[in-house]
């Protein structure tokens, strides 16, 4: 029987790449969405919609029971498309508090349902100042000032609950600042850029390998080192959906 796979944010800019992959790949995929307009787009594609919120950590949590799936994904933000600069305040504080509570709701519905594996999105910009490239290793910058305090804090949450829930195995995507389709951009950009067809495949083996722990999923630059992600995942940065 296939494995089950519960994409949250399936129709998200990762995540609506992901999902596809997970299909070609025999997965038996469910992939969430607040809005009841998506679930037909999700079924279109051969995947199950479950409108769900992930603040509704009741409504989560049921959900999960009822599919019992064998990995869940965390695929979810909160940004505006193309990271619009007269919104990312309010953006980064709503992001945030998705990447704190929200992750919280979802890894307790994970192990709730029986589920031992999670697979998260993080960002590989998260580091305090030090010796480049940044490995995984390296420190976040928990002592970062304003909305860059917010964001790191929203990451570290994430993280900490993936990597430190009892009887769940967590793998967590550092993800560089992702271009291509649904992103808002077609051009390579920032200091660590990533294809959003490539960030979906480091998932997808991160799946496939059972590969636990941190991992920097970026296009060679000086910033961060791929080093590990490419030796255990046989990640690259020109994979293709």
């Keep these: 029987m296939a494995e089950s796979i519960f994409v949250a944010g399936a129709t998200g800019v990762i995540g609506s790449v992901l999902v596809k992959l997970l299909l070609q790949a025999g997965y038996r995929v469910y992939g969430s969405t607040r809005r009841e307009e998506q679930a037909q787009r999700l079924r279109s594609l051969g995947v199950s919609p479950v409108v769900v919120d992930v603040f ?19 695929q979810l933000t909160d ?4 990271l619009d600069p007269t919104q990312m305040a ?26 031992e594996r999670v697979v998260a ?24 000032q304003g909305l860059r305090a917010i964001s790191v804090g929203g990451v570290a949450a994430l993280e900490h609950r993936v990597l430190n829930t009892p009887s769940v195995e967590g793998t967590v995507l550092r993800y560089g ?23 979906a495949w480091a998932a997808l083996l991160a799946l496939r390998l059972h590969a636990n722990g941190v991992f920097n ?19 690259t940065p020109d994979l293709r959906a």
């Design 56 to 74: 509704d950590a009741q409504a989560l949590e049921a959900q999960l029971l009822r599919i019992k799936p064998d990995c869940v994904v965390h």
């Design 79 to 82: 940004l505006p498309r193309g």
């Design 90 to 115: 309010e953006a980064i504080a709503r992001n945030a508090r998705l990447r704190d509570q929200g992750t919280a709701n979802l890894m307790a519905a994970a192990r709730a349902s029986g589920c």
């Design 121 to 144: 999105q993080s960002i590989a910009w998260a580091y305090a100042e030090g010796p480049m490239p940044y490995a995984e290793e390296a420190a976040l910058d928990l002592q970062a």
């Design 177 to 199: 600042q992702l271009y291509g389709p649904g992103t808002g951009t077609d051009q390579p950009s920032g200091t660590s850029p990533l294809h959003v067809e490539a960030a």
């Design 217 to 235: 999923i970026a296009e060679d630059n000086p910033q961060v080192s791929t080093e590990k992600a490419r030796r255990m995942l046989g990640w």
